[in-house]
């Protein structure tokens, strides 16, 4: 088992140091597993606004112990992660413990410098990860948010109790998506990825202010939680085949249908077809938008074999063809 201790302030030098315990050579700030130790890379950047980010996609071939030593300086790690679970996954904060079972987790979880936090993983489970670090200066200048605030106090005694972390869904992982499609040694990849971060730390932020009325222990067990991550990325997975129905998704993770749609929209906002539906046209609209695709191709890609039908599904969540998307 590859054992790592740390309790650094910025991950540019916690990937060195990691590096050197490993006895893996750095290209640049980012290091690529050899054959050996599994595939996939960890890059680290401190950003020019005073983030420091770390974004991995890996599968290794050995078990790790990674334990973050509780710091007496406040600091905030935000987490989007997604954890492919082959054997077993595990953290342990402030002695709380939580168990993922296989075969999928897929979240996003506020942390502070403040825990102490050990994590488990087992040879072979792939990972999907970007952590980035900021202070309470950072958090008050760029989001106007103070370290007493009473929502994010409530938020991290929940997480201090392993309670607390919100499923990501398709609006995360399209910006999450954008960012791993990036190559680390892209020119731009530093300016492209300081502004999808930014996106997404807003939406969490803003989520969890909206929802701070209701900020509290999920209202169904962990089986549950786990079960719909793995519904909610079985639908949104691939957007040009007809998507499964809810009979067939509530028969293939053994829950019946009502508690699939109830639980569902609790977690996500929205029904699962009209969720599908949404998440399908934004896709679209990400298309479009890249420049790279004729309104006929884009329509072809997500399943669409009536041109006529993607029109108007295009129109009635935005207000306007695809065709007109494209010339505004």
């Excluded at 009635?316 to 695809?322: D, R, T």
Aim: net charge neutral; charged share 25%.
């Amino acid at each position: 088992m590859f054992e790592f201790s740390f309790d650094h302030s910025d991950f540019v030098t916690l990937l060195k140091d990691f590096a050197a315990q490993l006895g893996a050579k750095l290209q640049g700030n980012t290091l690529y597993f050899e054959p050996s130790q599994g595939e996939g890379y960890i890059t680290a950047s401190n950003l020019p606004n005073g983030l420091s980010i770390l974004i991995s996609s890996n599968c290794t071939e050995f078990d790790t112990f990674l334990h973050r030593r509780a710091s007496h300086d406040l600091g905030y790690i935000l987490n989007f992660d997604e954890i492919f679970i082959r054997s077993q996954y595990m953290e342990i904060i402030n002695k709380f413990k939580a168990d993922y079972p296989p075969p999928f987790f897929s979240g996003v979880v506020l942390n502070t410098t403040l825990f102490d936090k050990v994590t488990i993983s087992s040879r072979g489970n792939g990972m999907r990860v970007i952590k980035c670090l900021f202070d309470a200066r950072w958090m008050s200048k760029y989001l106007g948010i103070e370290k007493n605030d009473e929502v994010l106090t409530k938020y991290l005694s929940l997480r201090a109790r392993n309670l607390n972390f919100e499923p990501m869904d398709a609006e995360y992982r399209m910006l999450v998506n954008e960012i791993f499609h990036l190559d680390p040694e892209n020119p731009l990849f530093n300016t492209i990825t300081e502004n999808r971060i930014m996106m997404l730390i807003e939406l969490f932020f803003i989520r969890t202010y909206h929802r701070s009325a209701d900020l509290k222990p999920l209202r169904f067990n962990e089986k549950d939680i786990f079960r719909l991550m793995e519904i909610e990325s079985a639908l949104v997975h691939d957007f040009s085949k007809a998507p499964p129905t809810v009979e067939e998704l509530a028969e293939k993770h053994t829950i019946g249908v009502s508690k699939l749609k109830r639980q569902f929209k609790m977690v996500y906002g929205k029904p699962v077809y009209e969720y599908y539906q949404k998440f399908r046209m934004e896709k679209a609209k990400q298309l479009l938008l890249s420049g790279q695709y004729a309104v006929k191709e884009v329509g072809y890609r997500l399943g669409y074999q009536n041109l006529s039908n993607f029109a108007s599904a295009f129109k009635k969540e935005f207000g306007v063809l695809p065709s007109d998307l494209k010339k505004i």
